[in-house]
């Protein structure tokens, strides 16, 4: 007999499923709950949506910094966004110079939901 089981003795295996499966049907509800996420999600991806969204992304023209026409791509960004229910979604502006041009630029912030069972 080692040391350790004088001090410590052996688990009781016959206690053990007690608590297992209770775990267990836990953890089983909550990948049903996030597989029920994803398939609904995953609903959602096709090929025609994909599409569509790269044709009216390229519809803007041009998007380069100093382009007129960037408000009006970072304004769809930013609607297509928040219709996909990200939070806080808003606009970072910041200054910067470009070929000796000073610019109003804006970046799009937003969070994005944690999934949780809860």
């Known amino acids: 007999m080692c040391r350790s089981e004088k001090i410590y003795s ?20 909550k990948t049903e709950i996030l597989d ?3 398939s609904s999600l995953l609903e959602k991806v096709s090929p025609e949506n994909i599409k569509s969204n790269l044709n009216k992304l390229s519809n803007f023209h041009t998007r380069h910094s100093k382009s007129i026409l960037i408000n009006e791509a970072s304004d769809w960004i930013l609607g297509e966004l928040k219709g996909q229910r990200y939070e806080d979604v808003t606009y970072h502006k ?3 110079t470009i070929d000796n041009e000073e610019l ?8 994005k939901k944690v999934w949780t069972t809860k």
């Open 10 to 29: 052996p688990p009781d295996k016959r206690k053990r499923n007690l608590l297992v499966k209770p775990i267990l049907g836990k953890l089983e509800k």
């Open 36 to 38: 029920q996420r994803i």
């Open 94 to 96: 910041f200054n910067e």
């Open 104 to 111: 109003e630029l804006k970046n799009i912030i937003c969070k």
